[in-house]
């Protein structure tokens, strides 16, 4: 049962991959006029010779067909072409920044997901009371901060409260690792926080649902203790909701530090695509769009999974 779930959840990824790949791969053939010249944009120093090599260098000048085969057998490859403005390959630029956005949104998503689990508990438990109105306030504020102001806001009370701290920027952990996790600090925090409020208020509200069911009366009738009720019976089912906003959420924490990096001024891959898109460096946003979009559908099978793991009542079909 579960082999065949997983056969067919992986089949039908192929079909939203290769969808993907089209969209990706139309994006420069769609573009109305000379694809090359766009990309080229202000730069008026190269000769027709040279407009017309670099055409032949990306494949323009062949059946769109023969284009998107070529550079689909390619990318299966782990070969998504060269960087038109540096030359080197653009899996080479995406390995050098990718480490750095995978180690701030998984530090972002640990924070998370470990403090909204404590506070969605609580603010459940404590519901109409003082404390629950106070976490709910704080909860509704995280939600609806943008993570450019939140940035912002966090450089310039550091720059007046602690202007020694070195919050801006990017050092190689094995270079120094107290600037490193220094320097990660504000952007981590400007990252989780709009996913902290939000996953717990989904939990808050999962688990209200959960404390009314019949089993959950008969648990406390049993003479059950209450935190065995809360954390052995109810928590586990309110998970489940919770586990499908993760998998969301991981995409929207990916968008999220594309602005942050620029914020905090860490080149990942954020800043590398922003870059790419100034530059009209076109095949290097092809290449980063298909890999972010493939970690995007992955992360969903896995949220898929495991939401699978936590319900038995869900059926792998």
Same mark, same amino acid.
């Given at each position: 049962?579960?082999?065949?779930?997983?056969?067919?959840?992986?089949?039908?990824?192929?079909?939203?991959?290769?969808?993907?790949?089209?969209?990706?791969?139309?994006?420069?053939?769609?573009?109305?006029?000379?694809?090359?010249?766009?990309?080229?944009?202000?730069?008026?120093?190269? &000769?027709?010779?040279?407009?017309?090599?670099?055409?032949?260098?990306?494949?323009?000048?062949?059946?769109?067909?023969?284009?998107?085969?070529?550079?689909?057998?390619?990318?299966?490859?782990?070969?998504? %072409?060269?960087?038109?403005?540096?030359?080197?390959?653009?899996? *080479?630029?995406?390995?050098?920044?990718?480490?750095?956005?995978?180690?701030?949104?998984?530090?972002?998503?640990?924070?998370?997901?470990?403090?909204?689990?404590?506070?969605?508990?609580?603010?459940?438990?404590?519901?109409?009371?003082?404390?629950?109105?106070?976490?709910?306030?704080?909860?509704?504020?995280?939600? &609806?901060?943008?993570?450019?102001?939140?940035?912002?806001?966090?450089?310039?009370?550091?720059?007046?409260?602690?202007?020694?701290?070195?919050?801006?920027?990017?050092?190689?952990?094995?270079?120094?690792?107290?600037?490193?996790?220094?320097?990660?600090?504000?952007?981590?925090?400007?990252?989780?926080?709009?996913?902290?409020?939000?996953?717990?208020?989904?939990?808050?509200?999962?688990?209200?649902?959960?404390?009314?069911?019949?089993?959950?009366?008969?648990?406390?009738?049993?003479?059950?203790? *209450?935190?065995?009720?809360?954390?052995?019976?109810?928590?586990?089912?309110?998970?489940?909701?919770?586990?499908?906003?993760?998998?969301?959420?991981?995409?929207?924490?990916?968008?999220?530090?594309?602005?942050?990096?620029?914020?905090?001024?860490?080149?990942?891959?954020?800043?590398?695509?922003?870059?790419?898109?100034?530059?009209?460096?076109?095949?290097?946003?092809? %290449?980063?769009?298909?890999?972010?979009?493939?970690?995007?559908?992955?992360?969903?099978?896995?949220?898929?999974?495991?939401?699978?793991?936590?319900?038995?009542?869900? *059926?792998?079909?």
């Amino acid at each position: 049962m579960m082999l065949s779930f997983l056969a067919k959840r992986s089949l039908e990824l192929v079909f939203v991959l290769f969808g993907v790949s089209v969209l990706v791969f139309l994006m420069i053939r769609l573009i109305p006029g000379d694809a090359v010249q766009i990309m080229l944009g202000a730069n008026t120093e190269i &000769t027709p010779e040279g407009l017309a090599a670099l055409r032949e260098k990306l494949g323009l000048n062949q059946p769109i067909l023969v284009q998107y085969w070529n550079w689909l057998s390619a990318a299966l490859r782990g070969d998504l %072409g060269q960087s038109i403005w540096t030359g080197r390959p653009i899996s *080479e630029e995406i390995l050098q920044r990718l480490p750095i956005t995978l180690e701030l949104t998984l530090l972002s998503l640990i924070i998370a997901i470990g403090l909204a689990i404590p506070v969605g508990v609580l603010t459940a438990y404590w519901r109409n009371s003082s404390a629950e109105y106070l976490i709910r306030f704080f909860s509704i504020t995280g939600v &609806t901060l943008p993570s450019f102001w939140l940035g912002t806001l966090l450089i310039f009370l550091v720059f007046k409260l602690a202007p020694g701290w070195q919050s801006l920027g990017y050092v190689p952990f094995n270079q120094d690792p107290w600037g490193h996790l220094s320097r990660l600090v504000l952007p981590v925090i400007t990252l989780s926080l709009p996913m902290l409020a939000g996953l717990g208020r989904v939990l808050r509200s999962s688990l209200l649902d959960v404390l009314n069911q019949d089993y959950i009366r008969t648990a406390r009738a049993k003479g059950l203790p *209450e935190r065995v009720v809360l954390y052995k019976h109810a928590l586990r089912n309110a998970l489940i909701p919770l586990v499908t906003v993760i998998g969301i959420q991981v995409g929207y924490l990916f968008g999220g530090a594309i602005v942050v990096e620029q914020v905090f001024a860490i080149p990942g891959m954020g800043r590398l695509i922003l870059g790419a898109i100034n530059e009209r460096n076109y095949p290097l946003i092809q %290449g980063a769009i298909l890999l972010v979009t493939t970690a995007f559908v992955l992360i969903n099978l896995v949220v898929d999974l495991i939401y699978a793991k936590l319900d038995p009542r869900v *059926e792998y079909a």
